[in-house]
């Protein structure tokens, strides 16, 4: 059974609609994070949760927020998607206990195309 | 500052040949190692761990050891099948920067019959 369930798979948007991806899990895991992976680049942290407290990266552009309003919930809304922001969305998941850092559980990710 | 250097791809073995990906990093701290697979269509899953130098991670035949000496993580398999065709990703993590992980871009494996 899925345990990172994220929707939509696929998203297609125009310049500038704005646009909001979800992310659900049933670890209750304390940290919930959110990638961005381009055609044959790595994952790209955008931003994370711990708890309740938002970790943005520094070189996140403005345009991407993020929700989580409760533990089992996250969202990523880009305002104004442009062109460079097509893309593959992974959501992700971590206990956060401190101490060694556990594994990462990925979702099958939302690929975003903006037309 | 932390990264990781993967090998790059495409890679293109026939089945039961031996692989190798190769995997180093740069960390400030002590950090976890981490090889991630993804396959056609799904999310990133975790394939192996180490924790600490010396530490061997294995998992469906794959096997990685953590060489703090020459900072390494190499991804290595005795004889890969047609289902083993994925991406991989090298990882790590590091408690002093809050567990955040750093994803090397990927090594793409083909195995062909």
Redesign the interface.
């Known amino acids: 059974d899925a345990m990172v369930i994220q929707n939509p798979r696929y998203q297609v948007t125009q310049f500038g609609k704005p646009v909001t991806l979800s992310c659900s899990q049933t670890l209750n895991h304390n940290v919930m994070y959110w990638y961005q992976q381009k055609s044959s680049q790595a994952p790209k942290l955008l931003f994370h949760y711990y708890d309740k407290d938002f970790n943005n990266e520094a070189d996140t552009p403005d345009n991407f927020q993020s929700r989580r309003p409760n533990t089992s919930f996250c969202f990523l809304d880009i305002r104004s998607p442009g062109l460079g922001d097509a893309a593959m969305y992974l959501c992700a998941t971590s206990r956060g206990t401190g101490g060694v850092p556990g594994e990462l559980f990925f979702g099958e990710g939302s690929r975003l195309t903006v037309l | 500052g932390n990264s ?1 250097t993967q090998m790059e791809g495409p890679v293109t073995l026939s089945e039961e040949a031996f692989l190798t990906i190769n995997c180093t990093y740069t960390a400030t701290g002590y ?2 190692l ?1 090889w ?1 697979v993804q396959y056609p ?6 394939l192996l ?1 180490a ?1 600490k130098a010396d530490d061997k991670g294995s998992n469906k035949g794959f096997e990685a050891t953590y060489r703090k000496e020459t900072t390494s993580f190499h991804l290595e398999k005795g004889s890969v099948q047609v289902s083993d065709s994925a991406v991989y ?1 090298c990882a790590l ?3 002093d920067t ?4 750093y ?4 090594t793409s494996l083909t195995v062909i019959p």
């Open positions: 990781v950090p976890s981490f991630y269509g799904e999310g990133l899953q975790l761990k924790t990703f993590s590091d408690v809050g567990n955040q992980f994803f090397g871009t990927g």
